[in-house]
C-alpha cells in the first residue's frame, strides 16, 4: 500500500520560514504526480503547490512567490519550502500523490481527484 507520512509543521512567527516532507512508500514508480493541500479550520480543503512527474511545479496565487515545491525521487521525498509565512497560511498541511488519470498535476484539481493522502501535519503561525 501506498503511504504518505508527513513531517516539518510546527509553529513559527509571522515572516518565518518551514520546510514541510513527505516521505512516500509503497511505489513501484517513484515519479508520480504529487501535491501539497491545506486546511484551516472551518474552511475546505485548497490545493498549495503540485508537482508532475517531469518535475514541473505550479503554485496557487496565494503563495507564488513564496512557497516552493520540489522532490527527490531517489529518497522518495516530497517537499514544500514555505517562506515569508503570514497567519493565514496558518493550517494543516497534507500529501497528496496521484492525481486521477485525466486531470491535471495541479493545485486547482479537487482534492477528491487526488488518489493518496498523508495524515497532514500541523503548521501555525503567529
Known amino acids: 500500500d501506498v503511504q504518505l507520512v508527513e513531517s516539518g509543521g510546527g509553529s513559527v512567527q509571522a515572516g518565518g520560514s518551514l520546510r514541510l516532507s513527505c516521505a512516500a512508500s509503497?511505489?513501484?514508480?517513484?515519479?508520480?504526480?504529487m501535491g501539497w493541500f491545506r486546511q484551516a479550520p472551518g474552511k475546505e480543503r485548497e490545493g498549495v503547490a503540485a508537482?508532475?512527474?517531469?518535475?514541473?511545479?505550479s503554485y496557487a496565487d496565494s503563495v507564488k512567490g513564496r512557497f516552493s515545491v520540489s522532490r527527490d525521487n531517489a529518497k522518495n521525498t516530497l517537499y514544500l519550502q514555505m517562506n515569508r509565512l503570514s497567519p493565514e497560511d496558518t493550517a494543516m498541511y497534507y500529501c497528496?500523490?496521484?492525481?486521477?488519470?485525466?486531470?491535471?498535476?495541479?493545485?486547482?484539481?479537487?482534492?477528491?481527484?487526488?488518489?493518496?493522502w498523508g495524515q497532514g501535519t500541523q503548521v501555525t503561525v503567529s
Open positions: 509503497g511505489y513501484t514508480d517513484s515519479s508520480v504526480s
Open positions: 497528496a500523490s496521484y492525481v486521477l488519470q485525466g486531470r491535471a498535476c495541479h493545485p486547482s484539481t479537487r482534492p477528491t481527484h487526488w488518489r493518496y
Open positions: 508537482i508532475d512527474s517531469d518535475g514541473i511545479a
